[in-house]
T-cell receptor, first 112, second 116 residues
């Protein structure tokens, strides 16, 4: 088991561009969570999936954000028309039901 | 809505000294409580968790925490710290009654700086 992986680890983009991040959870985990962490703050919940179903979205997730988990395996988080305020670390975590959440290393996004 | 307050943004301490990182949460309903550690450029690692039962919880790396329901606190302690404990520590809460989402609500974090 290689744990939760995220790709890319770092992304620099210009304002207005679209970006997509990928998360590969631990294979037997049915739940997948996305969090956002800005500098000097704790992670904030964005959304989560149980298998392929997206069951809750935070109000932080504006219409420019979309997440998918096709076939209940890996997940993607897309941000359209990026803004400087989107600069943050995007963390993915997976778990088996309500068990311990295992976090990936994160994708650091910088919007210039 | 649940909230978590970590009372100290930075805690400097000398090596081999004891340390306490403080955490308070907002709700008096039953909650699950967690402490995570984050080393630079890495994801979060679970140190310990309280779900039910004994109020004193032991975790990895010699850390322990005590759940105090009346004070809605979950302070993290270690009797003797090492240089390698230098990291960011996050307290988090999960409300099992809120639709079983399992989502974590985190505090702002406490930077533990262990000095030689």
């Amino acid at each position: 088991d290689t744990g939760v992986s995220q790709d890319p680890r770092h992304k620099i983009t210009k304002r207005g561009q679209n970006v997509t991040f990928r998360c590969d959870p631990i294979s037997e985990h049915n739940r997948l969570y996305w969090y956002r962490q800005t500098l000097g703050q704790g992670p904030e919940f964005l959304t989560y999936f149980q298998n392929e179903a997206q069951l809750e979205k935070s109000r932080l997730l504006s219409d420019r954000f979309s997440a998918e988990r096709p076939k209940g395996s890996f997940s993607t988080l897309e941000i359209q028309r990026t803004e400087q305020g989107d600069s943050a670390m995007y963390l993915c975590a997976s778990s088996w039901s309500l068990g311990e959440q295992y976090f990936g290393p994160g994708t650091r996004l910088t919007v210039t | 809505a649940q909230s978590v307050t970590q009372l100290d943004s930075q805690v400097p301490v000398f090596e081999e000294a004891p340390v306490e990182l403080r955490c308070n949460y907002s709700s008096s309903v039953s909650v699950y409580l967690f402490w995570y550690v984050q080393y630079p450029n890495q994801g979060l690692q679970l140190l310990l968790k309280y779900l039910s039962g004994s109020t004193l919880v032991k975790g990895i790396n010699g850390f322990e925490a005590e759940f105090n329901k009346s004070q809605t606190s979950f302070h993290l302690r270690k009797p003797s710290v090492h240089i390698s404990d230098t990291a960011e520590y996050f307290c988090a809460v999960s409300d099992p009654g809120s639709g079983n989402t399992g989502k974590l609500i985190f505090g702002q974090g406490t930077t533990l700086q262990v000095k030689p």
